[in-house]
């Protein structure tokens, strides 16, 4: 049995993995070449170019999936700009609670007679 790599026929981006028998026929959107880099390493986004496998840099992978959706079930990452407003409006209530406080002694001590 080895491991053969798929790729699709038109864009040539990987799509999966697969074992076959050692004297089976490659299919022909298929190669027994590991997508990975020549370090070892994995590839973003990995790419058949009729002899090896090319991939995406970091930077270039994360700007081409940057508008993407999140897979059901996972968080994202940083606050929404809802969660970040909402946190703003929380601020600025609690600030101005503070201040209708403070209001409130100066109010009770000019009432009470000081000169607070």
Do not use: C, R
Request: glycine share 8%; proline share 7%.
């Amino acid at each position: 049995m080895k491991a053969i790599y798929f790729y699709d026929p038109k864009t040539k981006i990987f799509t999966s993995v697969d074992l076959i028998a050692d004297d089976e026929e490659m299919p022909a959107n298929a190669t027994d070449i590991q997508p990975i880099a020549e370090d070892g390493t994995g590839l973003y986004d990995p790419k058949w170019d009729g002899k090896k496998w090319v991939g995406l840099t970091a930077d270039e992978y994360e700007d081409v999936h940057k508008d993407d959706p999140l897979p059901d079930g996972e968080i994202p990452v940083g606050p929404s700009d809802i969660e970040q407003a909402l946190t703003s409006l929380g601020k600025q209530y609690a600030d101005t609670e503070e201040e209708i406080k403070q209001l409130q002694k100066v109010i009770t001590a000019i009432a009470m007679g000081g000169n607070e």
